[in-house]
Every structure is written in structure tokens, then in C-alpha cells.
């Protein structure tokens, strides 16, 4: 079955400054890919996604590019604010149910 | 639409006890999931629906889990007898048809004491 690795688990920046998420993922045929971002205490909430026929994606702040021959994908966020603190998964799946990365906690400080 | 709703938000039970989790889905969405959420072990699919139908429940941890959709509208999972190592986050998540967003309810906090 598809296995979704993210790097790195914690990440602390400055405001202002970007954070940049990483997750590779091993099924070659996986074709949906979304990020969550989750506030303490609360749900899952998709911030962003990218389907396979898409090198990149931008809303607002956030970003989202897709390698499909390295079968890697990354969540950028510029501009970080403290809002911006929480924890971010990357998901993949292939017309099955999201398979989640472990997470990264995500500090913004002011 | 209220999103997808869960119930209890909060479990507290003894080792031993049964424990019985909540879904309501979103109306009209065909696939449920429940997962469960601990610091470990992050999201973890236990168990997958489509249109009431388990699919795959090879993320069941045991025995011990079940899990149940008598119609579209609601679903169940199920701990006999709970230990203290089911202490988790439990979610449940629909979507549609299609490869997209799924939506998260509130979850259940389970404690087993």
C-alpha cells in the first residue's frame, strides 16, 4: 500500500520568514495529493491540494509543487504569520482513502 | 449542512468497558473513514466505507475493534473491552465520490482509564 514519509516533524521560524514542508510518497500511481492543517485541539482542515496533472499550485501564502518522477511534494508557506502555527499534514491517495504523513508541528514566532 | 458530526467529543471509561463511537456523515457523500489520531503514531485509517459497505478494514488494530454502517447516515466503531493503550483522538472523515477533499469531523477524545 502507499507509504507517505514528511520531513521535517517540528519546525520553528520567524515571522515573516517561509516554511518550507516535505513529504515523499511511494506509489508511482497515487494522483491526489492535499495538505491539512490542524489547530490544537480541532480537525483536520484541507488548506490546499494538487492532483497529478499539476506541477504547481498557489493560493495566497501557499504553495504546493508536485514532482511526480521523484514522486516528492512540498507545502510552502511565505510571509509566515502566528496564525500560521499548527500542525501540517501531507496526505497522498489513488481513488482510495488519504494516506497521512506523520505531521509537522509548525511554531511561528513573533 | 452541519459537516460531519461525532459524538461523544469526550469518552472517559474504565479498562474493560465498551465504548461506542458516533458518526453522522456529510448528506450525499458515499465514502466514510475512521481514524485515529495519536502523538506516535499520527493519523492512522482503521477502517473505510463506501456506500455503507466496509471496504478495508486491515487498519483495525484487533479483534477487539468493530465497526458498522447499517445505512447512510450514521456509522459506529466500537471498542470490547477497552484497554489504556486505545487512548486516542478518534475521527471520523466523508467525502464524495471521486478523488478529493475529505472533510473531518470534530473527533473523540477516548480516554481508557
Known amino acids: 500500500g502507499e507509504n507517505v514519509e514528511q520531513h521535517p516533524s517540528t519546525l520553528s521560524v520567524q515571522e515573516g520568514d517561509s516554511a518550507v514542508i516535505k513529504c515523499t510518497y511511494s506509489d508511482s500511481a497515487s494522483n491526489y495529493f492535499p495538505w491539512y492543517k490542524q489547530e490544537l485541539g480541532k480537525r483536520p482542515q484541507l488548506i490546499i491540494d494538487i492532483r497529478s496533472n499539476v506541477g504547481e499550485k498557489k493560493d495566497q501564502r501557499i504553495a504546493v509543487t508536485l514532482n511526480k518522477t521523484a514522486k516528492h511534494f512540498s507545502l510552502h508557506i511565505t510571509e509566515t504569520q502566528p496564525e500560521d502555527s499548527a500542525v501540517y499534514f501531507c496526505?497522498?491517495?489513488?481513488?482510495?482513502?488519504?494516506?497521512f504523513g506523520k505531521g509537522t508541528r509548525l511554531s511561528v514566532i513573533a | 449542512d452541519a459537516g460531519v458530526i461525532q459524538s461523544p467529543r469526550h469518552e472517559v471509561t474504565e479498562m474493560g468497558q465498551e465504548v461506542t463511537l458516533r458518526c453522522k456523515p456529510i448528506?450525499?457523500?458515499?465514502?466514510l473513514f475512521w481514524y485515529r489520531q495519536t502523538m506516535m503514531r499520527g493519523l492512522e485509517l482503521l477502517i473505510y466505507?463506501?456506500?455503507?459497505?466496509?471496504?478495508?478494514d486491515s487498519g483495525m488494530p484487533e479483534d477487539r475493534f468493530s465497526a458498522k454502517m447499517p445505512n447512510a447516515s450514521f456509522s459506529t466503531l466500537k471498542i470490547q473491552p477497552s484497554e489504556p493503550r486505545d487512548s486516542a483522538v478518534y475521527f471520523c472523515a466523508s467525502r464524495p465520490t471521486g478523488n478529493t477533499e475529505a472533510f473531518f469531523g470534530q473527533g473523540t477524545r477516548l480516554t481508557v482509564v
Open positions: 448528506s450525499g457523500h458515499d465514502y
Open positions: 466505507f463506501n456506500n455503507n459497505v466496509p471496504i478495508d
Open positions: 496526505a497522498a491517495s489513488i481513488n482510495t482513502p488519504l494516506v
